[in-house]
């Protein structure tokens, strides 16, 4: 009976490949914008990451940002309105109708607007972070 060779894993990238600044790379994908180089647009649509930057031709394709973005838009979002939702409340002689069509209003918009720069952000941090496909090594050979 022949004995099966178990082939070994492919290293990940060894310490003389440069880190990637975490901080830097956030921000700039929370500006929208290619987390290597900072100029070109990270996305192609309104949440939709664009396969590679236009203007430096990084792939951008191997995010897997998937449920965390919404996750933190919601606790960002919770943690500053629901305050001033229950401050104004107590404080504010409102109509019902008014303060609940203003606060959803507010709380759709503000989720709408911080939702892309959250993504960005995680974006950036995969790119930076070596994560996925963003290490140069196929999504087959990661190790967890």
Known sequence: MPIETIAAPRPLPTAAEPDRPVW???????????????YGRMFRAYLKVADECTACGEELHHHRADDAPPYFTITIIGHILLPLI?????????????FWSFWVVAIIASCLV???????????????????????????EHRM
């Open 24 to 38: 830097q790379s956030m921000m700039r994908g929370a500006a929208l914008r290619c987390p290597a180089c900072g």
């Open 86 to 98: 229950w401050w104004s409340s107590t404080t504010i002689a409102a109509p019902p109708l008014w």
């Open 114 to 140: 911080t939702l892309p720069v959250i993504k960005g952000a995680l974006v950036g941090l995969q790119w930076s972070r070596r994560m996925h496909g963003f290490s140069g090594l196929p999504d087959s």
